[in-house]
T-cell receptor, first 117, second 114 residues
Framework: DAGVIQSPRHEVTEMGQEVTLRCKPISGHDYLFWYRQTMMRGLELLIYFNNNVPIDDSGMPEDRFSAKMPNASFSTLKIQPSEPRDSAVYFC???????????????FGQGTRLTVV | QQQVKQSPQSLIVQKGGISIINCAYENTAFDYFPWYQQFPGKGPALLIAIRPDVSEKKEGRFTISFNKSAKQFSLHIMDSQPGDSATYFCAAKGADTGRRALTFGSGTRLQVQP
């Protein structure tokens, strides 16, 4: 398996534009997480899904942020309209539910570096 | 309740030395405590993890020490090498109940000098 795949790797957009980040989780994983990483706030959980259903979106900063998971192999994080303070690295991760110890590992993608100018 | 506090923010160690990073948590429902390693331009990757029913876990040069009563855990890197230079995150989560997502500490940037 190629691991968690995120696209694009880098995105530069102008303030006010819509931005869509994409994620393909590891096949067979039933949890998907979106995290945001900044120098000031570290790694923050935005939202996570279980079996394609959003479970906890309390970390989504504003209504400008939305996330969907239409099927087990694809998720999007959308920011509309984007603002300079949204500049960060956005990570997608996936994991199995599992009952075994190691099945709780979360595998991260390489991230999307978003710059809003 | 969901916070995980990590220290120090940065750490410089000489090659061959011991690197120690500390974390503390509040939520007693946490029962899985991993450490993640992140190199520049990459996503975090699992390094080592522990459950609270043991006080220590060792994998090669990496050891987690866990103190359940104090709600603290730490990462020790023995014989630190320049290749260990990275940012390290502690994390915690509940298992079968409650919040299933990892809560991360703020990270420690480790630099191992040759």
């Amino acid at each position: 398996d190629a691991g968690v795949i995120q696209s694009p790797r880098h995105e530069v957009t102008e303030m006010g534009q819509e931005v869509t980040l994409r994620c393909k989780p590891i096949s067979g994983h039933d949890y998907l997480f979106w995290y945001r990483q900044t120098m000031m706030r570290g790694l923050e959980l935005l939202i996570y899904f279980n079996n394609n259903v959003p479970i906890d979106d309390s970390g989504m900063p504003e209504d400008r942020f939305s996330a969907k998971m239409p099927n087990a192999s694809f998720s999007t994080l959308k920011i509309q309209p984007s603002e300079p303070r949204d500049s960060a690295v956005y990570f997608c991760a996936s994991s199995l539910r599992g009952t075994g110890f190691m099945n709780t590992e979360a595998f991260f993608g390489q991230g999307t570096r978003l710059t809003v100018v | 309740q969901q916070q995980v506090k990590q220290s120090p923010q940065s750490l410089i160690v000489q090659k061959g030395g011991i690197s120690i990073i500390n974390c503390a948590y509040e939520n007693t429902a946490f029962d899985y405590f991993p450490w993640y390693q992140q190199f520049p331009g990459k996503g975090p990757a699992l390094l080592i993890a522990i459950r609270p029913d043991v006080s220590e876990k060792k994998e090669g040069r990496f050891t987690i020490s866990f103190n359940k009563s104090a709600k603290q855990f730490s990462l020790h890197i023995m014989d630190s090498q320049p290749g260990d230079s990275a940012t390290y995150f502690c994390a915690a989560k509940g298992a079968d109940t409650g919040r299933r997502a990892l809560t991360f500490g703020s990270g420690t940037r480790l630099q191992v000098q040759p």
